[in-house]
């Protein structure tokens, strides 16, 4: 594999490193072990600099660097990488995933091609004993890794985030578009606000991923009863959402966006331990020309910042600049 610009370009195009858990590829990791009968199993995803495991099965980290991953070995063709001993293989045998945690001895790695001939990561199956996978086993894995790219390619051309039901990101853009180019009106474009949970790592680490996930619907929902029809709103990344709010001046906005911290502030869920859910906010209203959607995001997230440096728990509106 030579291009690997064109293969990173088609991992973002996934839009899923960092993201969340969710139950359609841990499903696939614990069919690995019980079906291999291996201690541990990876969905990973090769980053630039990384390896990032969306989905993994007895393994503790969540990402390692990718010059240490078999995962980047295995990327390198499209065949499934399989070391039945690591410990005597010369690639491999200093490797701290060895010689450390989580003392990989056996490896079988498919890789994950996506529909463009790009191989974006392994599904992989580790073990802490030197075995002999069978032919049957890389078969099975082989499917299993299929599945993987099928749904990676489901989420990718979803217009709902599979978590929260809110658009996903890429709907939400399209939207964000639409209203950009309506070139040639007077006024208003409208108000963009980018929201962002307080703290959310804590929360992770602390009661742990499901819950985190639940905090995450939790504050969709919250948002979905205030906002109502008022604009098409989307999560766009991790613990981020954005609203767009069509022709709605910056007043109106920011009463909409103090009403949405009251309301998520308020929230008393028992999976944290009632713990107060705050959100930062930043708030751009735009009137045409806005120039490009990025330009208007960027000016959003540059006030969200800015909510997030001052204390958190406010939202901070400003007009886009003129072009």
């Known amino acids: 594999m030579t291009d690997e610009a064109g293969r990173q370009a088609a991992l973002d195009r996934y839009e899923i490193v960092d993201t969340p858990p969710e139950d359609a590829f841990d499903r696939i990791t614990d069919l690995v072990r019980t079906v291999l009968r291996v201690p ?121 985030d599979a978590l929260t039901g809110l658009l996903s990101r890429r709907a939400l853009l399209s939207a964000i578009d639409e209203l950009v180019r309506g070139k040639g009106r007077e006024g208003t474009v409208g108000s963009l606000l980018l929201l962002d949970i307080d703290h959310f790592k804590a929360i992770n680490d602390q009661f742990g991923h499901p819950a985190g996930d639940e905090v995450l619907r939790a504050v ?46 308020s929230l008393a869920l028992d999976v944290i331990d009632r713990r107060r859910v705050t959100i930062s906010v930043g708030l751009s209203t735009a009137r045409h020309p806005v120039g490009s959607t990025a330009r208007w995001l960027s000016a959003a997230d540059a006030l969200l910042y800015d909510a997030k440096r001052s204390g958190r728990d406010r939202a901070v509106g400003a007009f886009l600049p003129p072009l």
């Not at 990488?81 to 990989?104: N, T, Y």
């Not at 490896?107 to 004993?129: F, K, M, W």
């Open 40 to 160: 541990m199993s990876t969905v990973t995803l090769i980053d630039r600099d990384r390896q990032w495991f969306k989905a993994r099965a007895g393994v503790a980290a969540s990402e390692t660097p990718r010059s240490i991953a078999f995962c980047n070995r295995a990327i390198q063709t499209h065949e499934p990488l399989v070391i039945p001993d690591a410990r005597l293989h010369p690639d491999f045998r200093e490797s701290p995933l060895v010689q450390g945690e989580p003392g990989v001895v056996a490896y079988a790695g498919v890789p994950l091609r996506s529909p463009d001939g790009y191989n974006v990561g392994t599904l992989c199956a580790i073990d802490v004993e030197r075995r002999d996978f069978s032919a049957e086993q890389i078969e099975v894995l082989g499917k299993l890794a299929a599945i993987v790219i099928d749904e990676l390619e489901l989420r990718r051309i979803a217009g709902s």
């Open 220 to 265: 969709a929902r919250t948002c979905g009863d205030v906002v109502g029809d008022g604009g098409p709103m989307g999560r766009i990344g991790g613990e981020e959402f954005a609203l767009l709010l069509p022709s709605v001046e910056a007043e109106e906005a920011m009463r909409l966006a103090d009403r949405l911290r009251a309301a998520i502030s």
